[in-house]
């Protein structure tokens, strides 16, 4: 569906004159972006085929950082782009020189991970004037691990989430998603040919309950497990949700890290868990922050949406660049989970061991089925 709130963008951008080429990039403030990023490379992405990438490869399209522009920088097909392109479609004769209305370019997305998509940033930065007249994606859901051939099956079904909609040059173009089901992969068509920067594909996850029952013990906070950050006192320097990502942190700024506080206050993250759990075990990492960690930190849980806050770790001590585990008194049970630093700084990451209860992976499975699972 598309949404009037939302910026639209067409036509060309200026050719570059110089200069920081963002300058005037089209961009806007779009309501989903506190979400996580479905098509994020640390979750598993993929771009597992295009029909064409003459210019440019498709595996740029899932590149974390933002697109880059070098003006001088030229291969033996043209100018090298930091983004997904295509070759200028033609038609069949000098007569019908021109594509059909039905002539258009895809490439197939793997979600890192699965779940309910509430809007999608296709970034055509720096493609000024080389950007597809127009867009659409479609979604579909399959299980394990299908090759391209097996989605492009005949009996596949997909859905559109974004119709043909014409976008423009060098702006990042937003689309609101309204479908309340679960989904694996995209199809991304560009109409009829051109570039595509970036593609953005933002969120919830909504994990598999099979799997989850399968592993038993697993991290209830992390992002491909369904957790999710509900809200942050500060995302100063870097997003909250950092803190849920998988693997461990390998710089600073992946991590979370708020500005320096100037009152008595302390800084915060709050998480919800994908059901209600029963945690056993903490991690608290502040791997790379070293003159910026957290002093402190303490660890609180609720049991439902109108539940009391309790302490489940009382403030304690913090090292930098540590990892800090702390076996729990006994199974807390918790749907909210609420860190609090003290004062300020940054962990990289939060890891929250322990199991969904009975009444969570009921509620899971239940949850599963509404989204076509």
Same mark, same amino acid.
């Given at each position: 569906?598309?949404?009037?709130?939302?910026?639209?963008?067409?036509?060309?951008?200026?050719?570059y004159?110089?200069?920081?080429?963002?300058?005037?990039?089209?961009?806007?403030?779009?309501?989903?972006?506190?979400?996580?990023?479905?098509?994020?490379?640390?979750?598993?992405?993929?771009?597992?085929?295009?029909?064409?990438?003459?210019?440019?490869?498709?595996?740029?399209?899932?590149?974390?950082?933002?697109a880059?522009?070098?003006?001088?920088?030229?291969?033996?097909?043209?100018?090298?782009?930091?983004?997904?392109?295509?070759?200028?479609? *033609?038609? %069949?004769?000098?007569?019908?020189?021109?594509?059909?209305?039905?002539?258009?370019?895809?490439?197939?997305?793997?979600?890192?991970?699965?779940?309910?998509?509430?809007?999608?940033?296709?970034?055509?930065?720096?493609?000024?004037?080389?950007?597809? &007249?127009?867009?659409?994606?479609?979604?579909?859901?399959?299980?394990?691990?299908?090759s391209?051939?097996?989605?492009?099956?005949p009996?596949?079904?997909?859905?559109?989430?974004?119709?043909?909609t014409a976008?423009?040059?060098?702006?990042?173009?937003?689309?609101?998603?309204?479908?309340?089901?679960?989904?694996?992969?995209?199809?991304?068509?560009?109409?009829?040919?051109?570039?595509?920067?970036?593609? *953005?594909?933002?969120?919830? %996850?909504?994990?598999?309950?099979?799997?989850?029952?399968?592993?038993?013990?697993?991290?209830?906070?992390?992002?491909?497990?369904?957790? &999710?950050?509900?809200?942050?006192?500060?995302?100063?320097?870097?997003?909250?949700?950092?803190?849920?990502?998988?693997?461990?942190?390998?710089?600073m700024?992946?991590?979370?890290?708020? *500005? *320096?506080?100037?009152?008595?206050?302390?800084?915060?993250?709050?998480?919800?868990?994908?059901?209600?759990?029963?945690?056993?075990? %903490?991690?608290?990492?502040?791997?790379?922050?070293?003159?910026?960690?957290?002093?402190?930190?303490s660890?609180?849980?609720?049991?439902g949406?109108?539940?009391?806050?309790t302490?489940?770790?009382?403030?304690?001590?913090?090292?930098?660049?540590?990892?800090?585990?702390?076996?729990?008194?006994?199974?807390?049970?918790?749907?909210?989970?609420r860190?609090d630093?003290?004062?300020?700084?940054?962990?990289?990451?939060?890891?929250?061991?322990?199991?969904?209860?009975?009444?969570?992976?009921?509620?899971?499975?239940?949850?599963?089925?509404?989204?076509?699972?």
């Amino acid at each position: 569906m598309t949404d009037a709130s939302i910026p639209r963008f067409t036509g060309d951008a200026n050719p570059y004159a110089g200069g920081d080429p963002y300058a005037d990039h089209r961009t806007a403030d779009f309501p989903f972006t506190h979400l996580v990023d479905l098509a994020d490379r640390r979750l598993g992405a993929g771009v597992i085929a295009a029909n064409d990438e003459f210019f440019a490869e498709r595996e740029n399209l899932l590149k974390p950082e933002p697109a880059v522009f070098d003006p001088e920088h030229f291969g033996h097909k043209g100018k090298i782009m930091d983004g997904w392109e295509t070759r200028r479609r *033609r038609g %069949v004769s000098a007569a019908e020189p021109h594509p059909t209305a039905d002539d258009h370019d895809w490439a197939l997305v793997r979600l890192g991970a699965p779940g309910v998509i509430r809007g999608i940033v296709l970034d055509t930065a720096h493609f000024r004037g080389n950007y597809p &007249q127009a867009v659409s994606v479609e979604a579909a859901a399959l299980p394990g691990s299908p090759s391209p051939e097996d989605l492009l099956a005949p009996d596949v079904k997909w859905t559109t989430l974004v119709p043909r909609t014409a976008v423009g040059g060098h702006a990042a173009n937003g689309f609101v998603v309204d479908a309340e089901q679960r989904f694996t992969h995209l199809r991304v068509n560009q109409h009829p040919d051109g570039g595509i920067a970036r593609l *953005r594909v933002y969120g919830e %996850v909504a994990p598999d309950p099979a799997w989850l029952a399968a592993l038993g013990t697993f991290d209830l906070a992390a992002l491909e497990n369904g957790g &999710q950050v509900e809200d942050a006192s500060d995302r100063f320097y870097s997003p909250a949700t950092n803190t849920i990502q998988p693997g461990r942190s390998r710089k600073m700024d992946d991590g979370w890290e708020t *500005r *320096r506080r100037r009152d008595k206050g302390n800084d915060w993250i709050s998480y919800r868990l994908a059901a209600q759990s029963g945690i056993r075990a %903490v991690e608290i990492d502040t791997a790379y922050l070293k003159g910026n960690s957290a002093g402190w930190a303490s660890l609180s849980v609720r049991d439902g949406e109108d539940g009391d806050w309790t302490e489940a770790l009382p403030r304690t001590r913090l090292q930098p660049d540590t990892n800090h585990r702390f076996v729990l008194d006994g199974t807390v049970r918790a749907t909210h989970v609420r860190i609090d630093i003290f004062p300020d700084g940054g962990i990289s990451r939060l890891r929250l061991y322990g199991s969904l209860t009975d009444e969570g992976a009921a509620a899971l499975a239940a949850r599963h089925r509404e989204l076509g699972g």
